[in-house]
């Protein structure tokens, strides 16, 4: 077999610190290509305020030294430790990192350059030259360049691969800053290679220069080399580089999800799947006080924001509760979405559950107890909560855009056998109202109910097929 040395360079990354999907999937594909395939990996990341109660141990000091940004002098120390098998190596600057939140911060642009150039003197210093370095999303974007921009480096043998979990975040920033931050040089704007209306963007320089470029599911490919709206404009150059471009859908950590084990829920699944969804449910309602009748619980596990379709939820989960359904939702974001959301709580004590923040044991019993999933996203590059949700018989009740499309067969009458949730294509409150009607009537049919739990129990989303999918990618650039 063939071991490759592939480094991911990643502004987050499970289980030392989450905000979004882009955590799970750069620590679980990680953890694949150890695990089955025996490759060497390591991951790069900030070391954040945050990671210090998640580390088990006490990490080891690599190497500490100065990252030149024009006239800034910035010291970094990096530690390293082992999680899975997986190097991980965290740069040490607490001006940037040692701060309450993630991201967030308006200089974003300043600390994640600083990132990035530590990233690369790291690699030099400790003389790691791996196979494959595979970039995720806007917050390395500049490595590929800065590696290209100076011959002398032996990284220059390294291959480039960039995944975009994102596209909503481009990483812009005025041209200024190329040199002083970047240490870059005018010409690159000048000749378009960075430039993105106007702005220099890290996210179209990394896909400028990396040898492989992919998204977490071929649907959202697609979107991103058609869509203008979707993709923000990256469409014209991704376009230009679209035969280098594939799709890979995203899987999810079955050890972490596994409803026969899972110690977060009060029951386990044991062959049958109506007593397992029963159990639960009746459970959590009595936990989070509300009625506990055979009404529909529709569950939500998200970062509330203007990409996972608040906007035409809110009022249909209105309605939804003015007919006697129950709703749960997890997660937090923009404040005028949490402030609705406290307001229809005060109106409907007894049928809506919300809870701001996160909470991994409530997101694990609300993928168990939900009859349905809300996910009615206004663009969604893979999404994660619906493949868990199946694996839970959790019908998910999606838009059909990006990975949802890709892991979600909507029931439409004719596809009993298979069919696994409900979906919808227009973005508009009644297209999403029409959908829940639909569920609420097959709801009262016990039988199709079934059938449609099973069918979802059937799909599997490991990592197995997708993580063979980024190796040949690799193999196929080195
Ligand atoms: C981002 C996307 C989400 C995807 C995740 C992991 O959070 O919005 O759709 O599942 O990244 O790739």
Not at 65 to 83: D, G
Not at 213 to 241: F, W
Not at 359 to 385: Q, R, T, V
């Amino acid at each position: 077999m063939f071991n490759m040395k592939v480094v991911m360079v990643t502004g987050e990354s499970n289980p030392l610190v989450k905000t979004g999907g882009l955590a799970d999937v750069v620590y679980s594909l990680s953890k694949e290509l150890v695990k089955s395939r025996k490759n060497n990996v390591s991951i790069i990341m900030p070391f954040y305020k945050q990671v210090n109660a998640k580390l088990t141990k006490r990490p080891v000091k690599v190497c500490s030294f100065e990252v030149y940004m024009s006239w800034r002098k910035q010291y970094c120390v990096v530690y390293k430790t082992l999680i899975d098998g997986i190097r991980y190596f965290l740069i040490k600057n607490d001006q940037y990192f040692n701060r309450d939140n993630v991201y967030g911060y308006d200089d974003d642009i300043e600390r994640f350059a600083c990132f990035t150039l530590a990233s690369k003197k790291l690699l030099e210093m400790i003389n790691l030259i791996p196979d494959v370095i595979h970039i995720h999303d806007w917050h390395p974007g500049m490595l590929p360049l800065l590696i290209k921009d100076d011959y002398g480096s032996p990284l220059n043998k390294a291959k480039f691969v960039l995944t975009i979990h994102n596209p909503a975040f481009k990483g812009l920033f005025d041209k200024y800053f190329l040199g002083n931050f970047y240490n870059l040089n005018d010409k690159y704007f000048n000749d378009g290679s960075v430039c993105f209306n106007g702005a220099v963007s890290t996210l179209k320089t990394a896909i400028v220069y990396s040898n492989k470029i992919t998204t977490v599911s071929p649907t959202h490919r697609i979107e991103l080399l058609t869509d203008e709206a979707i993709s923000g404009g990256l469409n014209h150059v991704l376009e230009y580089r679209r035969d280098d471009f594939v799709g890979i859908l995203n899987g999810i950590d079955y050890e972490e999800f596994d409803p026969t084990k899972d110690e977060k829920i009060v029951a386990k699944l044991k062959g049958n799947v109506v007593s397992f969804k029963k159990a639960n449910k009746e459970a959590l309602l009595k936990e989070k006080d509300l009625v506990n009748d055979d009404a529909p619980l529709y569950g939500m596990v998200s970062r509330l924001t203007w990409q996972k379709g608040l906007d035409i939820m809110l009022g249909n989960v209105e309605s939804l509760l003015q007919r006697g359904s129950k709703v749960i939702i997890l997660g937090s974001g923009e404040s005028k979405y949490e402030n609705h959301l406290e307001y229809l709580r005060a109106k409907y004590p007894h049928h809506l559950s919300i809870y701001i923040g996160y909470n991994d044991e409530l997101a694990h019993k609300i993928y168990a107890a939900s009859d349905f999933f809300l996910m009615p996203s206004l663009f969604e590059p893979c999404g994660l909560s619906q493949m868990i949700s199946l694996h839970y018989a959790t019908l998910p009740v999606v838009r059909l855009v990006g990975g949802l499309k890709d892991s979600v067969t909507p029931y439409v009458d004719d596809n009993l056998k298979y069919a696994d949730g409900f979906g919808f294509y227009d973005y508009t409150y009644n297209a999403l109202s029409g959908t829940l009607n639909w569920c609420e009537q097959v709801y009262k049919d016990k039988e199709k109910m079934k059938t449609l739990r099973n069918n979802a129990l059937e799909q599997n989303y490991d990592w197995k097929k997708s993580s063979q999918k980024y190796l040949a990618l690799y193999k196929s650039i080195i």
